[in-house]
């Protein structure tokens, strides 16, 4: 176990503190803590199971925020919750089987559409419209997909989730933002409880990063109730780009590599 000094503490709490804050509003605080850790010179298993145990508690935090409002659908949500934990825990346990140059390429080009519906469509955050799957087939087949997806990978699985409860459940915007904090809780925990058993977490790490991470989502959850879809919308378009252009200028990610080779 390597030893913690209180600087590296401190910093990756702040960080993890504006990570909760982004993710309870539009996800991708993944993004912002993952590669701190590793840059930090944490080993990447330790990274990751890290990671997963403060993502899941700023998840878990803004599904709290959101409850006490009273904007979370349990009977509609709960059956979907047991989906997305099984997803999420099967991921987890089948991350070396899925060929992750694929997922590299793809998530980019994935996340980029969900920022393009988002800035272009018609005003999709005032309105409930008609749904285009049932509860029980969003249940079945969406909600174990994009949980598994975050187990496997991980990164902008709020997001993904949010466009699925818009375009597929024909749900506002807030509300979607609600029930898709429910869900990326419970992929979370799946995963997490798998990575607990199989990773290293650094405790010290992960329980400061987890307590800042859930007073960061705390306040974005208050400001996404405040200020509603004003907030949401702009702020989600950013993020699912800025997380688009961090994965293709990873390392090793083919689409980058391509597009380099092609322009540059």
Not at 42 to 59: R, V
Request: hydrophobic content about 55%; some cysteine.
């Amino acid at each position: 176990m390597m030893e913690v000094d209180f600087t590296l503490l401190l910093t990756l709490a702040l960080v993890a503190l504006m990570a909760g804050f982004f993710d309870a509003i539009a996800g991708g605080g993944g993004l912002i803590t993952l590669p701190v850790l590793f840059v930090a010179g944490i080993d990447p298993l330790a990274a990751i199971a890290t990671n997963k145990f403060q993502a899941t508690s700023a998840t878990v935090s803004a599904t709290y925020a959101f409850a006490r409002k009273h904007m979370i659908d349990w009977r509609q949500g709960l059956p979907m919750t047991g989906m997305s934990f099984a997803g999420g825990a099967t991921g987890a346990l089948s991350v070396s089987l899925v060929p992750q140059h694929v997922l590299q390429a793809g998530v980019p080009i994935l996340l980029i559409l969900v920022a393009a519906y988002f800035a272009f469509s018609p005003k999709p955050d005032e309105q409930q419209r008609k749904a285009k799957l049932s509860i029980s087939l969003f249940c079945l087949v969406v909600a174990p997909v994009i949980g598994f997806y975050d187990g496997v990978f991980g990164p902008g699985v709020g997001s993904f989730f949010m466009l699925a409860c818009v375009t597929l459940l024909g749900q506002p915007l807030l509300r979607a933002v609600c029930n898709s904090k429910l869900l990326n809780a419970s992929c979370n925990l799946g995963a997490l409880s798998v990575f607990a058993l199989n990773g290293a977490i650094l405790w010290p790490l992960a329980l400061s990063m987890a307590c800042a991470a859930f007073f960061g989502a705390q306040l974005g959850a208050r400001c996404a109730v405040h200020f509603g879809p004003k907030l949401i919308k702009p702020l989600l378009v950013c993020i699912c780009c800025i997380m688009a252009l961090k994965l293709l200028l990873s390392t090793g990610n083919p689409l980058g590599q391509w597009l380099h080779h092609q322009f540059l």
